[in-house]
């Protein structure tokens, strides 16, 4: 089993930044595919960024340049660093894992305003 607790979220000004954390616990190795998606009221819930076949990283491109996705293996925990961060960012983030089924956490709150 694998659970998946994500922390860092809260209210950030327009150009700020936030690093999410996710607390991945389980049997997870570093082939798992895992990473973010947030999903905005109203809106479908999409990739923000992910890593596959251990090191490739994949960001959409509303995010390309601004958030950096990385895995520490240590600490057992996937993070989420946001950069340069719009009111359009705004959403719940959640963390995810593949192993053998669809691993989700509970989400995390990002709200981004003046």
């Known amino acids: 089993q694998v659970q998946l607790v994500e922390s860092g979220g809260g209210l950030v000004q327009p150009g700020g930044s936030l690093r999410l954390s996710c607390a991945v616990s389980?049997?997870?190795?570093?082939?798992?595919?895992m990473g973010w998606y947030r999903q905005a009221p109203g809106k479908q819930r999409e990739m923000v960024a992910n890593?596959?076949?251990?090191?490739?990283?994949n960001y959409a491109d509303a995010v390309k340049g601004r958030f950096t996705i990385s895995r520490d293996n240590a600490k057992n925990t996937l993070d989420l660093q946001m950069n340069s961060l719009k009111p359009e960012d705004t959403a719940v983030y959640y963390c995810?894992?593949?192993?053998?089924?669809?691993?989700w956490g509970q989400g995390t709150q990002v709200t981004v305003s003046s």
């Open positions: 389980g049997s997870i190795f570093s082939i798992n595919p």
């Open positions: 890593i596959i076949f251990t090191s490739r990283t």
């Open positions: 995810y894992v593949y192993n053998r089924r669809d691993y």
